[in-house]
């Protein structure tokens, strides 16, 4: 049942992530203005939206196979977790993109896709157990081209992809670094 459960949730997310592009593409991109915009009052709503916001349906479809998988990898050690995972990714990159970002309009789930492949990757160095080892191998041999997404590229936010891969490792930290120190006594 929680299996079921996991899924629905995931698929809900990408489905609303779908939805909002077809709004947004019938709107003639009216909705990107909700995604972060540094420095800006109105750039911390982004924190929750930029996450469902894309340019188009390619930047979304880009998006969308990699926020399942690794969604599904996080959600491996339930829903609960999952859900603070993403959340506290999603609100700490996007902070620090709010924060320290170039003043330019940062949408998409890849900040979200970097930290959740960061945390996969992190929890396993916390836990230490053959299990998270394991996820985190298949996240690192199915994602690992990941890492080209910190090369600064036109048209893209790489203050996203790094925000989204720190906000990953501190999370994994602070849900997982406990049992690290029980472990060292």
Not at 19 to 24: A, F, G, P
Request: aromatic letters at 10%; glycine letters at 10%.
């Amino acid at each position: 049942m929680e299996t079921g459960k996991r899924l629905r949730v995931i698929l809900a997310l990408a489905a609303i992530m779908a939805v909002v592009q077809v709004l947004n593409t019938l709107t003639a991109n009216s909705l990107v203005h909700h995604g972060i915009l540094p420095r800006t009052l109105s750039g911390l709503q982004g924190l929750i939206f930029a996450p469902f916001l894309h340019g188009s349906f390619a930047h979304l479809l880009s998006n969308l196979p990699p926020f399942i998988i690794l969604s599904w990898l996080v959600s491996t050690e339930g829903l609960g977790r999952y859900v603070r995972v993403a959340l506290l990714v999603s609100i700490l990159g996007g902070g620090m993109v709010w924060l320290f970002a170039r003043n330019s309009l940062h949408i998409g789930a890849s900040g979200l896709i970097f930290g959740l492949w960061t945390y996969l990757l992190a929890r396993a160095w916390y836990q230490r157990s053959i299990a998270s080892l394991l996820v985190a191998l298949v996240a690192l041999a199915g994602y690992s081209g990941l890492v080209f997404g910190f090369i600064p590229t036109p048209g893209i936010s790489v203050e996203s992809h790094i925000a989204g891969a720190v906000a990953g490792c501190i999370v994994a930290w602070l849900m997982h670094s406990k049992s690290l120190l029980e472990t060292a006594h």
